[in-house]
């Protein structure tokens, strides 16, 4: 079965750090795009930071030069680092990996960050 499994969410307070993970099961990112997603009480859901296939990074203004998307050697998890947290970082955090007809989500991980 393919499945996505996101973890590494809680509580800290401001100016705190996170590492979330997203594992991949039934694949391996090795074709794949990786996105990580939040999506914030009563907002949209907004693209936070991606990479291609090949290990572009990109990132939302919001979180540059405080967030931080990797893979391990074995492509089969995803991480982002999180640093100097702020309380509109609060959301529900997914990971998606598409290639080409292939899309698949994760069930979300909570971030709060306190003030």
């Known amino acids: 079965e393919v499945q996505l499994v996101e973890s590494g969410g809680g509580l800290v307070q401001a100016g705190g750090s996170l590492r979330l993970s997203c594992a991949a099961s039934g694949f391996t990112f090795d074709d794949y795009d990786i996105g990580w997603f939040r999506q914030a009480p009563g907002q949209e859901r907004e693209g936070v930071a991606s990479i291609t296939s090949g290990g572009r990074t990109n990132y939302a203004d919001s979180v540059k030069g405080r967030f931080t998307i990797s893979t391990d050697n074995a492509k089969i998890t995803v991480y982002l680092q999180m640093n100097s947290l702020k309380p509109e970082d609060t959301a529900v955090y997914y990971c998606?990996?598409?290639?080409?007809?292939?899309?698949?989500w994760g069930q979300g991980t909570q971030v709060t960050v306190s003030s």
């Open positions: 998606n990996a598409y290639y080409g007809s292939r899309d698949y």
